[in-house]
């Protein structure tokens, strides 16, 4: 470049700075250069921005807007242009004018995050509540910080930003913008998008937005507006902001088809055998009957015998797998990784499997009409064949049941991959039984008439309970905290017996199980001669539900299953009322309960079924008052009596009248 503007080639300069800054992007002197002989992209997108008397002006106009009910700051402009170029830079001009209400909203203004990439600050000040101009204390590391200010504070920051081509997928955009945040009021937040015409552009809007499209200057002009626009409220438990507020995704990849021949090129000869891999499955497979076992086997190892971690050496190694025989090697990888060695291991054990692309429950859903990379995870599809069941592994679970599949997995849709034929296809991942996330705790339970007594506690778990408790094991002390908590969830006040406790197999065979003792001074309520306790459980159906009416959908663990079975009694005492056999069964919650009288207590059966795993706000009164019925009958009392039975009195028989 510089050979290049030394002979007054100044196009040939440019385009050789421009290939500088794509091998280093962090290189500032080069694009202040670049900005120098090549202005034309900055006065592109300085037409479409507010010059600095047009910010002055907002400034004025968001001092006088009146507090908006529930945000404790306000956008009056949230604007942004950005330039998406052939190479696969996007280069933006941002520009935000912002209004504090309160002493929170303050607080947000006083540090501005400018995003990725390089960033170049046009325009940064405040003003204070009395109006004066307050310039940044810090501008480094793409923040803008400000001094204290007062609670009615206005911010005013113009800045380019410039993000340079990824490392997969280079030459497409892939990117997002929100048009709502938590708290925030928004009079007009707008995004303009400049691509080359002809470029396929596919959509995502959450929410309605305005949208017009014009050809100008040889570029497609897109732009999407949406005005006065209500603070987001957080609520426990609603989904991810991509799903809740009112956003954008856009994408440059002109269908799934390229999207599939480029995670294929990615994905090829990964899963190669080698001596080392073929010597484990040998010994891995020893005995198994069935290619189903033979599959478990190789859960199980993964599990157990390769860590879950993540290193990247390079920017494609966070897509790009590393081959099978290198992860036995080093006996680590993350989810790609394992996945692969899972297929080199599989396909020693003759079953065909395949990479299922999973976004994550949390991450919130898979848009198909966006093709791009919205994949956080990788799991194994295994379709049916001879001798093998349909379904899916992930190996990366710690300590999960062998069978089981990870909750984040289930209920998502999975973009599963076959390399042997080069295809693609969206599957569903259905949600697992109630048998897949279940627990079960026999209880024998004894009272004093004081409210005192022990318990034995045994347990039997599947799903992510089980695989807590597994995890727990490892360390003793961790181990014997978390036992304490959970005699607590049983009986306020108990105390774990020492050495009458059993500890955790780590056997992901078989379910996990649990037993141990407890003795307290108060495990029921003394009244009197009475004493009383509710039938012992340790879930309560109407934690989630602790809001009566909902703005957002609430979404819940996948379906779950709990039973508690056993016997209540006092010794010398007798049973004064027992709540009755009853059941709920709702479309999200079940419960049924059976009680036996005996002559010194109960004998008892209770279970919960949560069946649900997001509750529509137009569903939402209906589901909680089957939750706090169920809580009700679940707090309903049994009332034992340690006082004797008075004698009954016989009437002594009538002696005959004189006159009769």
Known sequence: ARLQLRDGDTARASASFRETLERNPDDERVALRLDFLDPSANERLRREAPDEAALEELARKARALEPVRGANHAYLLDHEVAWFKPDGTLTSLVTQVQESFNAEGRDALLKQSLGGGRTRVYVAYALDQDGRRVEP??????TVRFRSLGERSTVVLQYRREVSPRGYLARHLSTAWSFQGLNDFRAEARFILLLPEG??????ATGALQRTERSEDGMRRVE??????PPLHAEPGMPPLREAALSLELSTVPSWDTFAEWMVALLQDADRASPETSRLAKSLFEGAQTKDEKLLRVQAFLMKEIRYEQDY???????????APMVLERRYGDCKDKAVLFRTLAREAGVQTRYALVRTRDAGKVRRELPQQQFNHVIVYVPAQEGVTERYFDPTADALDVGTVRSDDVGTTSFVVDLDKRTWEWRDIPYQSTEAQRAEVALAVELQPDGSGSAQLDSKMVGDWASAWRRLARNPENFSRALQQRAASFFRGAEVQEGARSPVPD?????????FAVKGPALARAEGTQVRLQLPADVDPAAPFRMTERRHALVLRTPSAYAWSGTVRLPGGRLARAPVSKSVDSRCVGYTREVEPLADGVRFRHALELRCERVAVADYPEVLKSALEVKRLMEEELVLDAAPPAPSRVRAPRRADKEE
């Open 137 to 142: 204390v810090s501008m480094r590391d793409g």
């Open 507 to 515: 056997d992901v065979r078989a379910p996990a199980s649990l037993a």
């Open 199 to 204: 470029t396929k552009l596919h959509e995502a």
């Open 224 to 229: 999407w507006l949406a005005t006065q626009v």
């Open 313 to 323: 050496e390079s920017l494609i190694a966070g897509v790009k797998p590393h081959p």
